[in-house]
T-cell receptor, first 115, second 113 residues
Framework: GAVVSQHPSWVICKSGTSVKIECRSL??????MFWYRQFPKQSLMLMAT?????????EQGVEKDKFLINHASLTLSTLTVTSAHPEDSSFYIC???????????FGPGTRLTVL | AQSVAQPEDQVNVAEGNPLTVKCTYS??????LFWYVQYPNRGLQFLLK??????LVKGSYGFEAEFNKSQTSFHLKKPSALVSDSALYFC???????????FGKGTRLHILP
């Protein structure tokens, strides 16, 4: 069964509003989780590393004030897209490491459409 | 800087034939290499990985991949393709710190019945 869940699976919002996406580790406490963005017919782009109890580490070129990440508990990380614009429309995916291994478990993704 | 290249956007293979999905990488130091598969409306799933050891690694669903250090390649292979193998395949590299991952752009595999 799924070990990482995301909610919502899809969301449509108006330009200028903020949207929160939740990522939950269902079976394991994860001190670190990852957020990716996937454009149509393109690869996954790592946006940031979410660290429980501390600030997220953002990849170069990712606006930290635009994409707010909160990792308040060992099983929940949230990504908030603030003042969303149509160019923020994308597929957002979170992941966590498989414990003691190097591969990742991915959530099913969240499709964001900004009108 | 790390990078991963998947030179083919799409690969078409007849059912029962062998398949290869290509991946080359660029990384300083020893690479951690992965293959993931993405089925429609489902999350990415881990297929296999190379960390160290035997250059031929076997993974889920009958897939295998060969690590070739001299050619900096990590091609995904399967001896006999199934229609159910049709999906989007991603090659990824990760550094030794385990920070996230760099993904190739993906290769869509079509297995023709």
């Amino acid at each position: 069964g799924a070990v990482v869940s995301q909610h919502p699976s899809w969301v449509i919002c108006k330009s200028g509003t903020s949207v929160k996406i939740e990522c939950r580790s269902l079976d394991f406490q994860a001190t670190t989780m990852f957020w990716y963005r996937q454009f149509p017919k393109q690869s996954l782009m790592l946006m940031a590393t979410s660290n429980e109890g501390s600030k997220a580490t953002y990849e170069q070129g990712v606006e930290k004030d635009k994409f707010l990440i909160n990792h308040a508990s060992l099983t929940l990380s949230t990504l908030t897209v603030t003042s969303a614009h149509p160019e923020d429309s994308s597929f957002y995916i979170c992941s966590r490491d498989r414990e003691s291994y190097n591969e990742q478990f991915f959530g099913p993704g969240t499709r964001l459409t900004v009108l | 800087a790390q990078s991963v290249a998947q030179p083919e956007d799409q690969v078409n293979v007849a059912e029962g034939n062998p398949l290869t999905v290509k991946c080359t990488y660029s990384v300083s130091g020893n690479p951690y290499l992965f293959w993931y598969v993405q089925y429609p409306n489902r999350g990415l799933q881990f297929l296999l990985k190379y960390i160290t050891g035997d250059n031929l690694v076997k993974g889920s669903y009958g897939f295998e991949a060969e690590f070739n250090k001299s050619q900096t390649s990590f091609h995904l292979k399967k001896p006999s393709a199934l229609v159910s193998d049709s999906a989007l395949y991603f090659c990824a590299v990760r550094d030794m710190k385990g920070i996230g991952g760099i993904f190739g752009k993906g290769t869509r595999l079509h297995i023709l019945p």
